[in-house]
């Protein structure tokens, strides 16, 4: 393979390749793209109920000639991009110094929207990615009544810091009444 390709504007790295051989034992394909991870299951391998049953995450693949549904992809994330993204995070927390609160939540919502827009469906079907971002996120905090101004924690000890970023992070990401009307100006032509 590495011969049939040009030198000059190709170049392969089989460390990180693994193979799926598809056998009657093994009836799915595995592979790992720019990210993702695939599985390919063929119709003839799934119930009817679970090949008409297709939600996001899970793209139905097609003849092209006959048009005719073939098989299921199941998409993921795949463990080294999730661990990028922990370790963004982990450098916007380590980085926040003397920063203003806005600006580190700033970084924090352009990693996750950079995040999302990336992946799209295939966050949804990934669980460890979900329990990442909670994680990261400060998730369920039931007792984030932190109160007070965000510049006290500021000049507080790191941990005192990361322990206010982490309960209110997941309170800023909401979108605000104010920004609502442009949400329904695209369909109406205004």
């Given at each position: 393979m590495?011969?049939?390709?040009?030198?000059?504007?190709?170049?392969l790295?089989w460390?990180?390749?693994?193979?799926?051989?598809?056998?009657?034992?093994?009836?799915?394909l595995?592979?790992s793209?720019?990210?993702?991870?695939?599985r390919?299951?063929?119709?003839?391998r799934m119930?009817?109920?679970?090949f008409?049953?297709?939600?996001?995450?899970?793209?139905?693949?097609?003849?092209?000639q006959?048009?005719e549904?073939?098989?299921v992809?199941?998409l993921r994330?795949d463990d080294?991009?999730m661990?990028v993204?922990?370790?963004?995070v982990?450098?916007?927390l380590?980085s926040?110094?003397?920063?203003t609160f806005?600006?580190?939540?700033?970084?924090?919502n352009?990693a996750?929207?950079?995040?999302?827009?990336?992946?799209?469906?295939?966050?949804?079907?990934t669980q460890?990615l979900?329990?990442?971002?909670?994680?990261?996120?400060?998730?369920?905090?039931?007792?984030?009544d932190v109160?007070?101004?965000?510049?006290r924690?500021?000049a507080a000890?790191?941990?005192?810091?990361?322990?206010?970023?982490?309960l209110?992070?997941?309170?800023?990401?909401?979108?605000s009444c104010?920004?609502?009307?442009?949400s329904n100006?695209?369909?109406?032509?205004r």
């Amino acid at each position: 393979m590495k011969n049939r390709l040009p030198r000059s504007i190709t170049t392969l790295e089989w460390e990180n390749s693994f193979v799926s051989v598809y056998s009657k034992d093994n009836p799915n394909l595995l592979f790992s793209m720019c990210g993702f991870e695939v599985r390919i299951l063929p119709k003839i391998r799934m119930s009817q109920e679970a090949f008409s049953n297709t939600k996001d995450g899970v793209w139905n693949l097609q003849n092209e000639q006959t048009k005719e549904r073939t098989a299921v992809a199941f998409l993921r994330v795949d463990d080294e991009h999730m661990k990028v993204f922990e370790n963004r995070v982990r450098q916007i927390l380590m980085s926040s110094g003397s920063t203003t609160f806005t600006k580190i939540v700033n970084k924090w919502n352009k990693a996750l929207i950079g995040l999302m827009t990336y992946f799209r469906e295939a966050n949804v079907h990934t669980q460890e990615l979900l329990d990442l971002l909670v994680k990261c996120s400060g998730g369920n905090s039931d007792e984030s009544d932190v109160g007070g101004d965000a510049r006290r924690f500021l000049a507080a000890s790191p941990g005192q810091f990361h322990l206010f970023l982490l309960l209110t992070l997941d309170r800023v990401l909401s979108i605000s009444c104010s920004d609502h009307i442009y949400s329904n100006e695209g369909s109406k032509g205004r």
